[in-house]
């Protein structure tokens, strides 16, 4: 199995500002995968990091609003740039252990915008 | 991957068996069906996945019919504990998308003692 630690567990952030989630991983991984989890509705995958590329971002979501960083095979980072009130959510690591078929999350940064 | 459909909420007496179902027809030959539940404020949690046998785990069971356009899943002996939302689940493991997961809106399941 794989243990991801997300960092910070929740924030409550001004609009306007940014906010950095950091996820590290015990082992390390190839791909990451951050979601988001709107209240009350059910995971979108923003976008996928691989180390030494660029992130996949998914339609919807774009590098400027959500830039990410893969410097290694442990550790990334999710920016909410610009935060305004519709971006409180729960954001979400998510990580595809080597050797194992199913993926493994993080416990989630839940955002507030105010 | 192939879109899963699933009924929005069921109850449950603790205790007694939980059965979640699934619905897949757009499956492909090489897609497996993963179940994955997420407990209140929590991140989500495997539980099982399979291709065409019926599995079992130490967690649950997975019944998939014939034509694999649709699978079961089911908790033996629920608990309070296992009221969660349950999300059903189909990809290809090892594909280029390895990983990467597309969530419906899944199943809430309330345990009732």
């Known amino acids: 199995s794989a243990v991801i630690s997300q960092k910070p567990s929740r924030d409550i952030c001004q609009r306007g500002t940014s906010l950095t989630i950091q996820c590290q991983v015990d082992?390390?991984?190839?791909?990451m995968f951050w979601y988001r989890q709107q209240p009350g509705q059910s995971l979108t995958l923003i976008a996928t990091a691989n180390q030494g590329s660029e992130a996949t971002y998914e339609s919807g979501f774009v590098i400027d609003k959500f830039p990410i960083s893969r410097p290694n095979l442990t550790f990334s980072t999710l920016t909410v740039s610009n935060m305004s009130p519709e971006d409180s959510s729960i954001y979400l690591c998510s990580v595809h252990g080597q050797g194992f078929p199913e993926a493994f999350f993080g416990q989630g940064t839940r955002l507030t915008v105010v | 991957d192939a879109k899963t459909t699933q009924p929005p909420s069921m109850d449950c007496a603790e205790g007694r068996a939980a059965n979640l179902p699934c619905n897949h027809s757009?499956?492909?030959?090489?897609?497996?069906v993963y179940w994955y539940r997420q407990i209140h404020s929590q991140g989500p949690q495997y539980i099982i996945h399979g291709l065409k046998n019926n599995e079992t785990n130490e967690m649950a069971s997975l019944i998939i019919t014939e034509d694999r356009k649709s699978s079961t899943l089911i908790l033996p002996h629920a608990t309070l504990r296992d009221t969660a939302v349950y999300y059903c689940i189909v990809r290809v493991p090892g594909s280029s998308n390895t990983g990467k997961l597309i969530f419906g809106q899944g199943t809430t399941l309330q345990v009732k003692p």
């Open positions: 082992s390390q991984v190839t791909m």
């Open positions: 757009t499956i492909s030959g090489n897609e497996y």
